[in-house]
């Protein structure tokens, strides 16, 4: 992860270190639909940290220290709520963790808590290690990544349709930080109504050319009629899923799941049509550039009935790629592969003799569209690689 000296641990400062209280916070007993901790599966070398995480605790505070394991499963303003065999508690973060190394928490993320006599709030004394790590560039050429999630089984990536079709490379792109980043990736193209069945047919067909056939595409229109229409043959036709319960069925019980994409998204109405009922924001987008507002403020986990668990995260406008060639390789594994096979190593693929990339694109083998994204996010990413600061190291 990216880092510089004199930024650590700033990103996990208590709200209250920022003029905040803890009385602006919303009542635990006022959450709605956060999962139990019994819904959430820490994984073997998890429970192997906590119970060293334990018995450090034990010998520094005395055998009266009662550790137990957690699971962030919401962040307001930089007081986490965990999930615990107790029950739901707020939490905030021992000296020496944010003093540490490794000092900022995420939902998603298992922790190490303790819950002192006379304290309202636990103690997190330590971050558990991570499985998966959902993070975006911020911050230009002195930035860092900022973890969106931890511990994470699948990126949703939400596009919404609309009349100017469907925004392909912004797809590839938080497909690319997903697959880098540890977990596997669908696609979920929102707002299909809108599209109509012809405009529905060639997003999915622009979608597949680009991603191929191993990321899963379901097309819905949450909050609208999904039964109404040719829209539903013409996405099971395409070899996409359809509708709300397509998407339930990307998240499995025992899964957890993010929902990536910018606001405006349909995210949110998404979330509210798998919960059954109205609970998470929903807003209007500008008809003049249909950008949509921010309407989730709170990083979230939502428990799905019948199904696993979504983290519902605020828009994002922007996702840079810094760092991310192992999730490009993924991605695209064939023209990855010819680009380990031209005559040249900084080969940008454009114009330089014994382009095995060019040769791939020519051949048919693979799509057009599938090589000009690759060929594009290579790109970005060595101009933005050579644009960092010497002392940001990925």
């Not at 119970?51 to 919401?74: H, K, T």
């Not at 021992?94 to 006599?117: H, I």
């Amino acid at each position: 992860m990216a880092r510089r000296a004199n930024r650590k641990g700033r990103g996990s400062r208590p709200a209250r270190l920022r003029g905040e209280g803890v009385g602006s916070l919303p009542a635990l007993s006022s959450l709605q639909d956060l999962p139990t901790l019994g819904e959430l599966h820490a994984t073997p070398p998890q429970f192997r940290a906590f119970d060293e995480a334990s018995c450090d605790a034990v010998r520094e505070l005395g055998e009266g220290a009662s550790p137990a394991i957690g699971c962030v499963v919401r962040l307001d303003r930089g007081y986490p709520a965990v999930a615990t065999e107790d029950g739901l508690v707020r939490a905030e973060f021992a000296a020496s963790l944010t003093k540490g190394e490794f000092s900022r928490v995420a939902v998603g993320d298992w922790v190490c808590v303790l819950v002192p006599q006379g304290h309202d709030m636990a103690i997190i004394r330590q971050i558990l290690p991570r499985e998966s790590d959902i993070a975006r560039w911020r911050g230009g050429s002195r930035g860092e990544r900022q973890t969106l999630a931890a511990n994470v089984d699948t990126v949703l990536v939400a596009q919404a349709l609309g009349a100017s079709g469907v925004d392909v490379n912004r797809i590839a792109r938080s497909a690319v930080i997903a697959l880098d980043c540890g977990a596997s990736v669908a696609v979920v193209l929102t707002k299909a109504d809108r599209a109509g069945a012809d405009g529905l047919a060639r997003s999915i067909s622009s979608v597949r050319a680009v991603l191929g056939d191993q990321v899963p595409v379901v097309a819905c229109c949450a909050g609208a009629d999904e039964e109404d229409g040719d829209l539903p043959s013409v996405a099971l036709g395409s070899g996409a899923g359809w509708g709300t319960e397509g998407v339930r069925a990307l998240v499995p019980p025992g899964s957890i799941a993010i929902v990536l994409g910018e606001s405006g998204a349909g995210k949110s109405t998404l979330l509210n049509a798998l919960l059954g009922h109205e609970v998470l924001q929903t807003g209007s987008v500008r008809a003049s550039d249909d950008a949509g507002r921010h309407t989730t403020v709170a990083r979230r986990m939502v428990s799905l009935p019948n199904a696993g668990v979504i983290v519902d995260e605020p828009g994002l406008r922007s996702l840079p790629l810094i760092g991310h060639e192992r999730g490009l390789a993924k991605l695209f594994p064939r023209v990855a592969q010819a680009a380990g096979e031209c005559r040249f190593r900084d080969c940008t693929h454009t114009h330089e003799p014994g382009c095995a990339v060019r040769d791939l694109a020519d051949s048919g083998e693979v799509p057009p569209e599938r090589v000009e994204t690759y060929v594009s996010l290579a790109s970005e990413m060595r101009a933005s690689a050579a644009e960092l600061d010497p002392d940001v190291t990925l």
